[in-house]
């Protein structure tokens, strides 16, 4: 099919160009001729070469039209044409991640930052409505012109409610592997939690030029997202606040639950948390604290998580130790405590010791002295 035909799709859909193409098919830009509007149109290879496509092509758009949010692409129609199925959604004028990367290098924090919340709250969306996405990576992150991120691309995605929505054989595993969750290189299912693993593999890509683990091979790859830490992104050469490097990593953990979710993070970077900027305690601590307060940031509260603060260890070497709580992603404020006396409490220690003995041995004889009398 030649762009200059501008062939009409179902009457409606006047295609234009080629924007992308992949194994199961190619997304053209086109106009809806009855509404006047850019659109995007996905068409279904009909080659037969894979009997699961069409259905896998039918749910990615009845998953995709269960979602209406800012931050996922819409789908606007689905149907048949001419043997083949095509899928129409919003145009989104601009490029994916990938392309970002490729063209300007590394990420600057407050673009990831941006990045890190869009996607968040996309994800958070199709969680809501039971959809895992198991596909997240730069190429279905696409952005606008204004640097609004939508996710796209659930071709692959799953309905936590309906184990067989999946559509591939047992133990086969789906999604790229740079952004696999280690629960699913070993065969669990997908889950919320295995999203925000990839997401975490994302901004780490984004941040460093590089994806935490590589290998030459697939089954290297799945062993280093099992076993392997990642290398804080400080020592690859990114520049993140320790904070924003803490709570990548707590992304990054390897068990699901000590990730955040995707409305946590959402909430976490839309705060303005990852600048690390500590906050004054509230007035009711200040003095006779004993510098005990700690305070979690507006966007924080129930969010922290136990690899939030086993992350903030690795973050910075040579990090000055009042910095350690804003690694881990506490905004904390700190109260020196006036010095004790060296030795007072041991010293209080013998002194209380000493007269238990002293008292116990008078007791003693005075036992021994009246059991004698009255004998």
Known sequence: MRAGLRVLVAGRYRLQTVIGRGGMGEVWRGLDE??????????????????????????????????????????????AWEDRCFLVMELIEGDSLAGELTAGGPLTPERLAQVAQHSAEGLAAAHAQGIVHRDVKPGNLLSDHHGTVRIADFGIARFVDDP????????????????????????????????MYSLGCVLYHLAVG???????????????????????????????????????LSMLAKRPEERPTARQAADWFAGGAWRGVPEPLPPEQWGGSGGRGQRRGPSQRGTTTPAHRRAAAPARAGVASGAADMDSGWNTSVHRVPPRRPGLRSSLR??????AVVGGAVLFVSALLVGKAWF
């Open 34 to 79: 009855v509404l006047g509007r850019p659109i995007a149109v996905k068409l279904l290879l009909n080659d037969g070469s894979d009997a699961s496509a069409e259905a896998r092509f039918r749910l990615e758009a009845q998953t995709s039209a269960r979602l209406n949010h800012p931050h996922v692409v819409g789908t606007l129609d689905f149907g």
């Open 210 to 248: 590089s994806p935490p683990f590589e290998a030459s091979t697939a089954t290297a790859l799945l062993y280093q997202h099992v076993d392997s830490a990642p290398v804080p992104p400080h020592q690859r050469g990114a520049a993140l606040p320790p904070a924003f490097e803490a709570y990548l």
């Open 350 to 355: 013998r002194h209380s010791r000493a007269a």
């Open 164 to 195: 067989s929505g999946a559509l591939t054989t047992t133990g086969q595993i789906v999604g790229t592997g740079l952004y696999l969750a280690p629960e699913r290189a070993i065969g669990t299912p997908a889950s919320a939690a295995s999203d």
